[in-house]
């Protein structure tokens, strides 16, 4: 019991504090090559936006678009309507899309599918609808396709909040440092829906119920392409207000996640270099099991009770952290936020067994 007990705690701690302490230090060994300048002259780009009833905010995202620093020329916006009840697609139209496809609800991404069937871009960039993309966002995602090894290019995406309870941007600034390491060493592992691109011969029609955040990364890994994070480029998006509602956005991801994880190769170590594979291990495997290793770390340190004050100082410990989590407030928002989304991961497994996972999606609530 005393194994199981550090076993499980040393392990939470790994995969939160001591995997990126890791990947710094491997970071700081090794010694980085210049990134090849970009040579020939510019490619012709195609922004794809998947939308569905996003009429009070698809002009903008296409006045954003058409605002970038890139030639207008070289740049092709597409906006795919996955079977939007609104003026989704009149909207897009009258704002100056290239190309507006008023398709039939099947999912996010089937609706990306059949943009780039459509799309005329050697590099294919995605973006969400209610994001909103810096004036060089685009140009500075190209760069690292200077390098013919670079299939997929994820941005950093900067959530706000207008006074919520969320703490989804302490989060989200944590996980951005660990993508930034990852990088540099051996590749990400995940990326983010509101700017990322690929090459046009390194896309990959995935599982419709899986998406290309979590699926694209890995998979290019195993078929021979990097998949890098560049934080120079830039977007924004509302996050969503409250702890709560972050939650059960979580919870919904993580139905996805599981699918991927346990049924989409994941876990199949075929094609990882060794840094990957570790990444894969630490910051994704590691961190969605981190809800069982608290329930397994709680129920082994009750049992070690009256074998030193040493337990006694953890069980206290844990139960500090669910009652602050409990309140809540304050500075205690933290905690209530940690709890809650690691919470997530476990319940989203228990839906996706339930249930099975949806190929649609609905917009996360306040995200407009």
């Known amino acids: 019991m005393t194994a199981v007990f550090w076993a499980s705690t040393g392990l939470i701690i790994y995969t939160h504090a001591g995997y990126p302490a890791l990947l ?15 040579r020939g002259p510019q490619p012709r780009v195609s922004a ?29 916006i597409i906006v795919a309507s996955d079977g939007s009840s609104d003026r989704t697609v009149a909207e897009a139209e009258a704002a100056g899309a290239d190309l507006v496809l008023d398709r039939p609800r099947a999912g996010k991404v089937r609706t ?22 810096a004036p060089d966002a685009l140009r500075r995602l190209l760069a690292p396709f200077a390098d013919p090894r670079v299939g997929y290019v994820c941005g950093q995406v900067r959530f706000t909040n207008d006074g919520g309870t969320n703490q989804e941007g302490a989060y989200w600034r944590y996980e951005m440092k660990v993508r930034e390491l990852e ?37 290019m890994v195993k078929r021979g392409w990097r998949a890098l994070y560049e934080p120079t480029a830039r977007a924004e998006e509302k996050m969503v207000p409250t702890t709560e509602g972050e939650f059960r956005r979580k919870r919904r991801m993580m139905s996805h996640t599981w699918l991927i994880v346990l049924r989409g190769g994941m876990l199949s170590p075929r094609g ?23 329930v397994i770390a709680l129920a082994a340190n009750v049992a070690l009770l009256g074998n030193g004050w040493v337990y006694t100082a953890t069980l206290v410990a844990q139960l500090a952290l669910l009652a602050a989590a409990l309140v809540g407030a304050g500075p205690l928002r933290i905690a ?8 997530s991961s476990a319940l989203g497994l228990l839906d996706y067994l339930r249930t099975g996972t949806p190929a649609g999606w609905e917009k996360a609530e306040g995200t407009r």
């Not at 698809?58 to 678009?65: P, V």
């Not at 209530?336 to 919470?343: D, E, G, K, Q, W």
């Open 24 to 38: 710094w230090l491997l970071a700081r060994l090794k010694r980085h090559s210049p990134r090849p300048a970009a």
């Open 48 to 76: 794809i936006i998947a939308a569905y009833d996003e009429e009070p905010v698809i002009a903008r995202k296409i006045r954003n678009a058409l605002a970038l620093d890139y030639p207008r020329e070289l740049l092709e």
């Open 112 to 133: 990306q599918d059949a943009a780039v069937e459509r799309a005329s871009g050697e590099i294919l960039f995605f973006t969400d609808a209610n994001s909103t993309l």
């Open 183 to 219: 990088s540099a060493l051996g590749g990400i592992t995940a990326g983010n829906g509101a700017i990322y691109a690929t090459r046009r011969e390194a896309y990959m029609v995935v599982d419709e119920r899986m998406g290309h955040d979590l699926s694209f990364p890995f998979n």
């Open 272 to 294: 990882y270099p060794p840094l990957y594979a570790l990444a894969v291990g630490s910051h994704r495997v590691l961190r969605y099991l981190t809800p069982f290793l608290h």
């Open 336 to 343: 209530r936020y940690y709890v809650l989304v690691t919470a």
